[in-house]
């Protein structure tokens, strides 16, 4: 049963630094991996899809990686904002079109 | 990115009634949606796969005839919290594929629903 953790479960830091989010996965056999944004009460924002045969995609200032063979993904986030505050979820994708997430990483960036 | 949109986004019901929320693909066809739900500071757990035009799958544990799916059109699916009871009280979040809904595509997520039964 695939099983998907990130690391740190929350992380508070002052605007402007650099920030990694990490998620490791159990099971190598994905389609693709997918990072998400969720802010209290709302639904989720896609941010990166990242497919099993790729190693890293870039969106403006967030730039994820993925390494199947060792089941870990990272999340990137540059010269950080407050806006930036939310819970980020990683998903992956083990085919029937079904993710299964992590727990999230509930980010807080102080001004 | 597609467009995915959940109504309503806040219900409250009395127990032993019966709820309905909606997910609409506003601008692409989705042959398969998926419905989960979301316990508070938990991830999302997913519940069952809606597919247009017949039954929908149910993840194991999850009782189908507490939670009905229907999907009667490429653009909409609807799940109907019968019977709720305040241990249904969550946040149940929609979710659908675009690009014919191959397992390669982006999921889209809809805005969510708070449900409370009191």
Known sequence: KQEVTQIPAALSVPEGENLVLNCSFTDSAIYNLQWFRQDPGKGLTSLLLIQSSQREQTSGRLNASLDKSSGRSTLYIAASQPGDSATYLCAVNQGAQKLVFGQGTRLTINP | ?118
């Open chain 2, 1 to 118: 990115g597609a467009v995915v949109s959940q109504h309503p986004s806040r219900v409250i019901c009395k127990s032993g009634t019966s709820v309905k929320i909606e997910c609409r693909s506003l601008d692409f066809q989705a042959t398969t949606m998926f419905w989960y739900r979301q316990f508070p500071k938990q991830s999302l757990m997913l519940m069952a796969t809606s597919n247009e035009g017949s039954k929908a799958t149910y993840e194991q544990g999850v009782e189908k005839d507490k939670f009905l799916i229907n999907h009667a059109s490429l653009t909409l699916s609807t799940l109907t919290v019968t019977s709720a009871h305040p241990e249904d009280s969550s946040f149940y979040i929609c979710s659908a594929r675009d690009g014919g809904g191959g397992s390669h595509t982006e999921a889209f997520f809809g805005q969510g629903t708070r449900l409370t039964v009191v």
